[in-house]
């Protein structure tokens, strides 16, 4: 995550030429802001859901869910009220008030989801997001991604599951550690 929104440490065509991940986000050129304004965006404008969820167990799922926006010191009443919502279309309605570590992992999955879906992030980077899920959970989970890609976000997806690579638009796959990015046509096979 340090490696985004202007830190200097990024790899790209050259490794001898670090250059921020992202160059502008919000409107604002990142590499013209101070650091501070930079920790504001990555708060406000980037989620992210890691593959062992990153979620607190001693909180609930809805805790979880609401935590980045008294973080971010956003309205409490908002707070509840997308993390009711994004729990919901995930499935988790119910669980809503139990404790993460009472969860599966498929259920800590759709949470940790959640909680990034509910802040609108510009940004969403999203590490294996079916790994843990049925068939049904994951057409509900991608169908989600899927809509926050066209509703403008940039998801950013780690992904081994093919069927989630279909609903990509641009596939770009690690060959010995460089991006090769991918027609669709190029995808078939296994995706690891």
Same mark, same amino acid.
């Given at each position: 995550? +340090?490696?985004l929104?202007?830190?200097? *440490?990024?790899?790209d &065509?050259s490794?001898?030429?670090p250059?921020?991940?992202?160059? +502008?986000?919000?409107? @604002?050129?990142?590499?013209?802001?101070?650091?501070?304004?930079?920790?504001?965006l990555?708060?406000?404008?980037?989620? @992210?859901?890691?593959?062992?969820?990153?979620?607190?167990?001693l909180?609930?799922?809805? *805790?979880?869910?609401?935590?980045?926006?008294?973080?971010a010191?956003? /309205? !409490?009443?908002?707070?509840?009220?997308?993390?009711?919502r994004?729990?919901?279309?995930?499935?988790?309605?119910?669980?809503? /008030?139990?404790?993460t570590?009472q969860?599966? +992992?498929?259920?800590?999955?759709?949470?940790?989801?959640?909680?990034?879906?509910a %802040? *609108?992030?510009?940004?969403?980077?999203v590490?294996?997001p =079916?790994?843990?899920? &049925?068939?049904?959970?994951? &057409?509900?989970?991608?169908? @989600?991604?899927?809509?926050?890609?066209?509703?403008?976000?940039?998801?950013?997806?780690? =992904?081994?599951? !093919?069927?989630?690579?279909?609903?990509? &638009?641009?596939?770009?796959?690690?060959v /010995?550690?460089?991006?090769?990015? @991918?027609?669709?046509? *190029?995808?078939?096979?296994? %995706?690891?």
């Amino acid at each position: 995550m +340090g490696r985004l929104l202007g830190d200097p *440490e990024v790899w790209d &065509d050259s490794p001898a030429r670090p250059r921020p991940a992202v160059r +502008g986000l919000a409107g @604002l050129a990142t590499g013209a802001v101070g650091a501070a304004a930079r920790q504001a965006l990555r708060r406000d404008r980037v989620a @992210l859901v890691f593959q062992g969820y990153g979620l607190l167990s001693l909180l609930t799922a809805r *805790e979880n869910v609401e935590l980045p926006f008294r973080v971010a010191r956003r /309205d !409490p009443v908002a707070a509840v009220a997308a993390a009711t919502r994004w729990l919901g279309l995930l499935g988790l309605g119910d669980r809503a /008030d139990q404790r993460t570590d009472q969860l599966s +992992g498929g259920e800590r999955q759709r949470v940790a989801l959640a909680r990034a879906l509910a %802040v *609108e992030p510009a940004v969403l980077l999203v590490d294996e997001p =079916t790994a843990e899920l &049925d068939e049904e959970n994951r &057409d509900r989970a991608v169908g @989600l991604l899927r809509d926050a890609a066209d509703r403008g976000a940039a998801v950013v997806v780690a =992904t081994h599951d !093919p069927e989630v690579v279909e609903l990509c &638009d641009r596939v770009v796959r690690l060959v /010995d550690g460089r991006p090769l990015e @991918l027609t669709p046509g *190029e995808v078939g096979g296994p %995706v690891a």
